[in-house]
């Protein structure tokens, strides 16, 4: 007897006319029976339950993301809110334009206070801007002072300079001893005034200027 699949077209031809109606139909209905349960059983099983399984692990996933974000975003704001108010409080220690005017005066009058005389006071020569981005916020505006007093007065003034409401930073301090008063010594002071620079100020360093480092 020869396998179905060495039959020939007529072979075949002749053993459907050979097959009755009541096969047909239960070939039909076994036919729609596998199709209902592939449709329904298999395919579920097999294809849409490890689809709908990697949805709910990845949706798990993001819920666990979530709450872990939710539980540091306390944290952050916090912070924010620390980085915000440290951030302001620089920003209003920095000098204007119109506040670095009064500058000298201000410097004198904290030697008066400290017991130490102003001899001397000018710009600095040395122009110097800082490197991107800062100079586009902040400006360094320096000045010399000479001044004479007692070793533990001038210590005090620099220590009032450092400690000022406004940005003023000490780039050096240079001691003399005085042969005409040997307790009141002559000191040079070279000072930076943290400005905010107007728009046209605002410029990288050429050549012969100094980049300031943060």
């Given at each position: 007897?020869?396998?179905?699949?060495?039959?020939?077209?007529?072979?075949?031809?002749?053993?459907?006319?050979?097959?009755?109606?009541?096969?047909?139909?239960?070939?039909?209905?076994?036919?729609?029976?596998?199709?209902?349960?592939?449709?329904f059983l298999v395919f579920p099983a097999w294809i849409e339950r490890p689809l709908l399984r990697?949805?709910?692990?990845?949706?798990?996933?993001?819920?666990?993301?979530?709450?872990?974000?939710?539980?540091?975003?306390?944290?952050?704001?916090?912070?924010?809110?620390?980085?915000?108010?440290?951030?302001?409080?620089?920003?209003?220690?920095?000098?204007?334009?119109?506040?670095?005017?009064?500058?000298?005066?201000?410097?004198?009058?904290?030697?008066?206070?400290?017991?130490?005389?102003?001899?001397?006071?000018?710009?600095?020569?040395?122009?110097?801007?800082?490197?991107?981005?800062?100079?586009?916020?902040?400006?360094p505006s320096g000045y010399e002072f000479t001044v004479q007093g007692g070793y533990h007065d001038i210590a005090y003034l620099a220590s009032?300079?450092?400690?000022?409401?406004?940005?003023?930073?000490?780039?050096?301090?240079?001691?003399?001893?005085?042969?005409?008063?040997?307790?009141?010594?002559?000191?040079?002071?070279?000072?930076?005034?943290?400005?905010?620079?107007?728009?046209?100020?605002?410029?990288?360093?050429?050549?012969?200027?100094?980049?300031?480092?943060?």
């Amino acid at each position: 007897m020869k396998m179905p699949n060495q039959w020939t077209t007529g072979e075949v031809i002749e053993f459907a006319k050979r097959v009755d109606k009541k096969t047909w139909v239960a070939v039909a209905i076994g036919s729609v029976v596998f199709f209902l349960v592939i449709v329904f059983l298999v395919f579920p099983a097999w294809i849409e339950r490890p689809l709908l399984r990697r949805d709910v692990e990845s949706m798990q996933a993001q819920i666990r993301q979530v709450n872990a974000l939710s539980q540091k975003r306390a944290g952050w704001e916090k912070d924010e809110k620390i980085l915000g108010a440290l951030i302001e409080k620089t920003r209003v220690r920095v000098f204007t334009q119109d506040e670095l005017g009064l500058l000298l005066g201000q410097v004198s009058k904290k030697a008066s206070e400290s017991r130490v005389d102003v001899l001397a006071s000018k710009p600095m020569t040395e122009q110097t801007v800082f490197p991107a981005p800062y100079g586009a916020k902040y400006q360094p505006s320096g000045y010399e002072f000479t001044v004479q007093g007692g070793y533990h007065d001038i210590a005090y003034l620099a220590s009032r300079i450092e400690g000022n409401e406004k940005l003023l930073r000490i780039q050096s301090l240079r001691i003399v001893a005085s042969e005409k008063s040997p307790e009141r010594h002559i000191t040079g002071l070279k000072i930076w005034a943290f400005v905010v620079p107007p728009p046209s100020a605002v410029k990288a360093p050429a050549a012969g200027e100094k980049s300031v480092k943060q």
